[in-house]
């Protein structure tokens, strides 16, 4: 009777122990993080220049594609292409940027430190093409919002700034206002600066190494 009893303790917790493997081994498959990411953005852009020196006086349609490549999840290195108008004026841009976010990115909802939905912060540098490929340098910085609504699939929302600081004083195509102040382009500040406001989905793959979800490495 002792035997028996011991024996069905012993199979209960050997049941006990496969459920647990399987349960820890599903969490760990499920905390491969994808490094890589693909979407596309759409949107508004403004211009602020010579012929629109007020922010949204200069409203356009925006749209783009992006990639992304994290490092962890909290940084990432971002490509961005977008497209917008200057007064009517045709303006590409296509950036670089550092991405930071403010909390640790992700779906393991076994994790309290990883959220599906942080802010973050972007710093780059970018060119701008425009007046029949004209080039101009800028600075780009954005904040944005990300929500991770399914397994490899985002939501993001961004505001970005362009500051251009070499030859982008003639994004809206009338060099005849290109020198209102007669700063003939001595000084930075005298370029024009753009702005979009988007809304994209983007798209996970790439998976990488496991995550330790054990670990004090914030």
């Avoid at 982008?168 to 001595?186: A, R």
């Avoid at 406001?197 to 190494?209: M, R």
Wanted: aromatic share 14%; glycine share 10%; proline share 2%.
């Amino acid at each position: 009777m002792l035997l028996k009893r011991m024996s069905n303790r012993l199979s209960q917790l050997g049941i006990l122990t496969l459920i647990a493997w399987c349960y820890t081994g599903v969490s760990f498959a499920d905390n491969r993080m994808y490094h890589c990411e693909i979407g596309v953005q759409g949107g508004m852009g403004y211009y602020v220049g010579e012929l629109a020196p007020h922010v949204f006086q200069s409203v356009s349609g925006a749209y783009g594609a992006q990639f992304r490549y994290k490092f962890d999840q909290r940084w990432a290195l971002q490509a961005k292409i977008q497209h917008q108008r200057a007064c009517g004026n045709p303006l590409w841009a296509l950036d670089a940027n550092a991405e930071y976010n403010f909390f640790r990115f992700g779906s393991q909802s076994h994790d309290y430190r990883v959220k599906q939905i942080t802010p973050y912060i972007s710093i780059g540098v970018g060119v701008g093409a425009y007046n029949d490929w004209k080039v101009g340098v800028y600075l780009p910085v954005g904040v944005g919002l990300k929500w991770k609504f399914a397994d490899r699939w985002q939501l993001q929302a961004a505001w970005q700034h362009n500051v251009y600081v070499y030859n982008g004083d003639s994004l809206e195509g009338l060099p005849e206002y290109n020198n209102t102040h007669n700063l003939n382009g001595s000084n930075i500040m005298n370029n024009d600066v753009t702005s979009t406001i988007t809304l994209g989905i983007v798209f996970e793959f790439g998976k990488g190494a496991k995550i330790c979800s054990f670990c004090r490495n914030d």
